[in-house]
């Protein structure tokens, strides 16, 4: 039976079997205070060995298991539930009180940041009750497709060599399970349908459609199309009017890009470079990576974001408080060292440097006039120096930013700051979607009117429906994951269509 999907956060063509995932973990015979007490910090242990060897296996995880790191060394959390397990409370009971208090406490909090983490905090009592007694969370060797109420980025990390498809009741488009589905470019719809285990079903995000136990004719079709699809969604479609880049965090990401067809790196996430050591990278190491980048992207232009660091992403030899100007002025040797090692390693003039969380024109200008007194210092040429936009004051002063000479939007940011945007929750994009776009057309104007280079990278740029609006109002740069190439693909067939 063929059912029409309305919700698609990650695209893909895939046929598989259903595999039916509960996200209830099962409760053990109540044993003694002593024993559960030894089971929690044996699980504690196992989970921080497990988030560990991911993070050296997986550089693109180091935001999410680092903020799952600082959930599970939390002293205060810890206390919680020795002082429950000893007042004769289920040792499991005990876990999932304990953090649904703190996630309780979160969204009492102002901070918009501890808002967002509510669900990831779920997410980590889940793991922790799975490792009470060192159970591997990994169900299933074979591929399948995965069908279940929630989908639970651990389960995800722990599994994502064999799900080849999601299938969830809910989800957001910028919540970490849907942006690792789009890293490691598997299908993921949300839908209140629900197939059976074992079941037989065909995704096909391209017609939004979802066929259950699909007979011998639509097999046959997906076969046959299999082959043109996967030709279309892993190389961009040649075009003189529009730039399609990537958004990267490692060499690798940078060439997955390159072998697609992209046409340059939209955002180089440079911080997890910082998050994945106990120290600062010294110049060389730096100019190291930056040149291998160079060396990859050969012409293309690549875009580097300076560390961007703060809230979520705390490191004990950085000065941070929160994301902003702040984190740069307070750690000046860290950050003259980055944008020293991008300087010098930038031979071939293709390096763009884009500072992050920019609020006044005074920081931007502030932040540039340090990175020309640096290239004048070290006596190289200044590249071209560019913001995000992603804060609503920025936004709201967007004429001040004449000194730009580029703009990216970072749609996460924005529109959470804008609308107050829950990104684990499955928010309906249409009620703000139509607001932001009015909201940017004063952007395209500015940005034509002052010739300033223009993008979007945020999220909201790999959803084909909204990069097409992006599209008719002027913005002709999106970068996005490199796995979301077919997304831009079937966007720009879309737009020229129209034309």
Same mark, same amino acid.
């Given at each position: ?17 259903? =595999?039916k995932v509960k996200n209830v973990a099962t409760k053990t015979n109540k ?19 497990? &988030? ?18 600082? !959930? ?39 901070s918009g940041y501890l808002k967002e983490r509510a669900d990831d905090i =779920?997410?980590?009592?889940? !793991? ?32 994502? /060599? ?11 488009? /910028? ?27 065909? &995704? ?51 060439? =997955? ?81 980055? +944008? ?31 990175? +020309? ?8 040429? +200044? ?89 008719q109002i002027g913005i002709k740069n999106l970068s996005v994951s490199p ?9 720009? /067939? ?6």
């Open positions: 039976m063929k059912y029409n999907i309305e919700t698609i956060l990650s695209n893909g063509y895939i046929y598989g079997r259903i =595999k044993k003694s205070v002593e024993a559960d007490l030894k089971r929690l910090d044996n699980s504690i242990e196992v989970s921080l060995e497990e &988030i560990h060897k991911l993070k050296e296996k997986e550089a693109k995880l180091t935001d999410y298991l680092f903020a799952v790191e600082l !959930m599970i060394t939390d002293k205060v959390l810890y206390r919680r539930i020795v002082e429950l397990r000893k007042k004769g409370m289920n040792i499991e009971d005990a876990i999932t009180s304990s953090f649904n208090q703190i996630v309780n406490d979160m969204l009492a909090s102002t =779920k997410d980590v009592s889940m !793991m922790l009750i799975n490792n009470l007694d060192a159970k591997d969370a990994a169900d299933f060797e074979e591929k399948h497709i995965i069908c279940s109420d929630i989908l639970s980025p651990s389960y995800l990390i722990k599994n994502h /060599t064999t799900i080849t498809g999601v299938i969830v009741k809910n989800c957001g488009y /910028t919540s970490h399970s849907a942006i690792l589905c789009r890293v490691w470019e598997i299908p993921l719809i949300v839908t209140d349908i629900e197939p059976g285990d074992d079941d037989m079903v065909i &995704i096909d995000t391209r017609k939004k459609s979802l066929v259950v136990n699909p007979d011998s004719f639509e097999i046959e079709n997906y076969i046959a199309e299999k082959k043109k699809y996967d030709a279309f969604s892993k190389h961009a479609i040649p075009h003189e009017d529009y730039k399609f880049s990537a958004n990267v965090a490692t060499l690798n990401d940078i060439q =997955k890009a390159m072998d697609y067809g992209f046409d340059g790196i939209g955002l180089y996430r440079t911080e997890l470079i910082f998050m994945n050591s106990d120290r600062p990278f010294t110049l060389i190491e730096q100019f190291d990576l930056y040149s291998k980048a160079c060396d990859i992207v050969g012409n293309k232009p690549i875009i580097i974001r300076t560390f961007d660091v703060g809230d979520d992403k705390k490191l004990a030899y950085l000065k941070s408080d929160k994301k902003g100007i702040n984190n740069y002025k307070n750690n000046p040797e860290i950050f003259e060292t980055q +944008v020293k090692a991008i300087l010098k390693a930038n031979t071939k003039g293709n390096f763009k440097i884009m500072f992050p969380m920019i609020e006044k024109k005074e920081e931007f200008c502030y932040l540039r006039d340090w990175v +020309v007194k640096l290239a004048k210092a070290e006596n190289v040429s +200044v590249p071209k120096i560019g913001m995000m936009l992603e804060t609503k004051q920025a936004l709201l002063h967007i004429e001040e930013f004449v000194d730009a000479d580029f703009l990216s939007v970072g749609t996460n940011d924005l529109t959470k700051e804008l609308y107050n945007i829950n990104r684990s929750e499955s928010t309906d994009v249409s009620s703000y979607i139509e607001d932001l776009v009015e909201k940017l057309k004063k952007v395209v104007e500015f940005c034509n009117k002052n010739d300033i280079y223009l993008s979007v990278c945020g999220e909201l740029a790999s959803i084909e429906d909204i990069a097409l609006k992006f599209y796995g979301c190439i077919g997304t831009l693909n079937g966007t720009y /067939t879309k737009f020229v269509g129209e034309k």
